[in-house]
């Protein structure tokens, strides 16, 4: 069965960073897409970064040139580094992967969610 493990969430002020992390473990064949997603109070969730098996990513353009997503493939691991936090960053933070689990079979997973606050 696979699994997504996230971790790296906290508190933070403004302007310092966090680093999130999201393993996914079990058997698969392949991880075709990693993001992360962010949900705040009474808002929907929204796509943050997206990183994809070839290395080409997305960003949303309210995290442009603060928020970094990397993978590290050998231990189908991704990153997010968050520098500049705002206040408005705060949310439940989720990790997604579209994985397959055989090379016909392509499904989407997500992580458990981890917290994100940024306070003064």
């Known amino acids: 069965q696979v699994q997504l493990v996230e971790s790296g969430g906290g508190l933070v002020q403004p302007g310092g960073s966090l680093r999130l992390s999201c393993a996914a473990s079990?058997?698969?064949?392949?991880?075709?897409?990693m993001d992360w997603y962010r949900q705040a109070p009474g808002k929907e969730r929204e796509l943050v970064a997206r990183?994809?098996?070839?290395?080409?990513?997305y960003y949303a353009d309210s995290v442009k040139g603060r928020f970094t997503i990397s993978s590290d493939n050998a231990k189908n691991t991704v990153f997010l580094q968050m520098n500049s936090l705002k206040l408005e960053d705060t949310a439940v933070y989720y990790c997604?992967?579209?994985?397959?689990?055989?090379?016909?079979?392509?499904?989407?997973?997500w992580g458990q969610g981890t917290q994100v606050t940024v306070s003064s």
């Open positions: 079990g058997s698969f064949f392949s991880i075709s897409v």
């Open positions: 997604h992967a579209e994985i397959r689990t055989m090379p016909t079979y392509l499904y989407d997973f």
């Open positions: 990183i994809r098996s070839d290395s080409s990513t």
